[in-house]
Nanobody
Framework: QVHVVESGGGLVQFGGSLTLSCAASGARFSIYGVGWYRQRPGKQRELVAGISSGGNINYADSAKGRFTISRDNGKNTVYLQMNRLKPEDTAVYYC?????????WGQGTQVTVSS
């Protein structure tokens, strides 16, 4: 059974930084693409950044230049370094592991940016 756990959220001031971690167990982690998504209050869930099994990376326009996604297959973990945070980054951040036939989600971690 695959288990995905996000951590690292919290309260941060405008312009601050946070690093989110997504740890997975029960899966052959290296074969999965991993995405960080967020759901802001009253909004649909949206992709923030993704990293493929081969290391290809993509970012939402809102994340470019501020967020960095990386993965450590040895630790079964993907990170999202978030810099220059803004109040509009306030959201629940979710991690998703995706392969051809399966997608697994974590429970989310709250990020709140105060102005």
């Amino acid at each position: 059974q695959v288990h995905v756990v996000e951590s690292g959220g919290g309260l941060v001031q405008f312009g601050g930084s946070l690093t989110l971690s997504c740890a997975a167990s029960g899966a052959r982690f290296s074969i999965y693409g991993v995405g960080w998504y967020r759901q802001r209050p009253g909004k649909q869930r949206e992709l923030v950044a993704g990293i493929s099994s081969g290391g290809n990376i993509n970012y939402a326009d809102s994340a470019k230049g501020r967020f960095t996604i990386s993965r450590d297959n040895g630790k079964n973990t993907v990170y999202l370094q978030m810099n220059r945070l803004k109040p509009e980054d306030t959201a629940v951040y979710y991690c998703s592991l995706a392969a051809v036939l399966n997608t697994y989600w974590g429970q989310g971690t709250q990020v709140t940016v105060s102005s």
